[in-house]
Nanobody, 115 residues
Framework: QVQLVESGGGLVQFGGSLRLSCATS????????MRWYRQAPGKQRELVAS???????NYAGSAKGRFTTSRDNAKNTVYLQMNSLKPEDTAVYYC?????????WGQGTQVTVSS
């Protein structure tokens, strides 16, 4: 059974930092590409950051310079370090594992940034 479990969300003040984790099980983590998405109320889910199986990262424009994604294949976990947080970063953050057109999702973790 595949499971992706996000953690690390919460309430933080403007300019603060949070580190999200996504622990996976049931997949061969090291060969999966991992993505972080977010969905704010009333908005579509958007891709924030990705890290492929080789460790190459990509970021949405809104995340560049502030967010960093990394992975620990020994722990089957992907991370999203978020710095200089803004109220517009408020959303539910989801991790996604995909390979060969097959994708798995976590349940999401709420991030709220107060102004």
């Amino acid at each position: 059974q595949v499971q992706l479990v996000e953690s690390g969300g919460g309430l933080v003040q403007f300019g603060g930092s949070l580190r999200l984790s996504c622990a996976t099980s049931g997949i061969e983590f090291s060969i999966y590409h991992m993505r972080w998405y977010r969905q704010a109320p009333g908005k579509q889910r958007e891709l924030v950051a990705s890290i492929n199986s080789g460790g190459t990262t990509n970021y949405a424009g809104s995340a560049k310079g502030r967010f960093t994604t990394s992975r620990d294949n020994a722990k089957n976990t992907v991370y999203l370090q978020m710095n200089s947080l803004k109220p517009e970063d408020t959303a539910v953050y989801y991790c996604n594992a995909f390979r060969n057109s097959i994708g798995y999702w976590g349940q999401g973790t709420q991030v709220t940034v107060s102004s």
